[in-house]
């Protein structure tokens, strides 16, 4: 069965304190892996997709990266506004895909 | 309008009473989803729709049911619901199936 583990539950920085958020994963035939952003009360918004080993994605202060058995999402020097929860999922199996979501990382940046 | 828009945000019924949640994609995506979110849990997936038709139906209860009119909108028919199905429910768009999905805001529902 795929499954999906973020860790930790949930992170409290100081604004401009680096740190790695990570999502563990067991699946076969992995096809991709998403990073999502979600605000409370809102829906989630797409950040990145990481299709094989090796591959890294940046965005502003957040950089995805991904190897065969798990994830990374890196935020440097974080603002108060990077405060969210980011969910990771998997998306995997050719030819009976399923998209699997972890619980997701509640991220809080201290002024 | 913009992305994946959902309507009613926030909804509050009665256990025997028939709503419906509605959600309209601006994407050109042929591909659209209903997830529920409940706290401390992944999300689930509920209902997928490719091209208008139901790929997927994710033992969900008959108290739920979906409809697809055109590959632009999406609702989903709620009846004697319980006070368990108090949830999140995200509708989701693809331009391919499980790919990269753009959520809508979400329908906040209580169920009393």
């Known amino acids: 069965e795929d499954q999906v583990t973020q860790s930790p539950e949930a992170l409290r920085l100081q604004e401009g304190e680096s740190s790695s958020l990570n999502c563990s994963y067991t699946?076969?035939?992995?096809?991709?892996l998403f990073w999502y952003r979600q605000d409370p009360g809102k829906g989630p918004e797409f950040l990145f997709t990481?299709?094989?080993a090796g591959e890294e994605k940046e965005k502003e202060r957040l950089k995805a990266t991904l190897t065969k058995k798990e994830s990374f999402l890196h935020i440097t020097a974080p603002k108060p506004e990077d405060s969210a929860t980011y969910l990771c999922?998997?998306?995997?199996?050719?030819?009976?895909?399923?998209?699997?979501f972890g619980t997701g990382t509640r991220l809080t940046i201290i002024p | 309008e913009t992305g994946v828009t959902q309507t009613p945000r926030h909804l509050v019924m009665g256990m025997t009473n028939k709503k419906s949640l509605k959600c309209e994609q601006h994407?050109?995506?042929?591909?659209m989803y209903w997830y529920k979110q409940s706290a401390k849990k992944p999300l689930e997936l509920m209902f997928v729709y490719s091209l208008e038709e139901r790929v997927e139906n994710n033992s969900v209860p008959s108290r739920f049911s979906p409809e697809c009119p055109n590959s632009s909108h999406l609702f989903l028919h709620l009846h004697t619901l319980q006070p368990e199905d108090s949830a999140l429910y995200l509708c989701?768009?693809?331009?391919?199936?499980?790919?990269?999905?753009?959520f809508g805001e979400g329908s906040r529902l209580t169920v009393l």
């Open positions: 994407l050109g995506h042929n591909a």
């Open positions: 999922a998997v998306w995997a199996n050719f030819g009976n895909e399923k998209l699997t």
């Open positions: 699946v076969s035939g992995l096809r991709g």
């Open positions: 989701a768009s693809s331009q391919v199936r499980f790919g990269e999905l753009f």
């Open positions: 990481l299709y094989s």
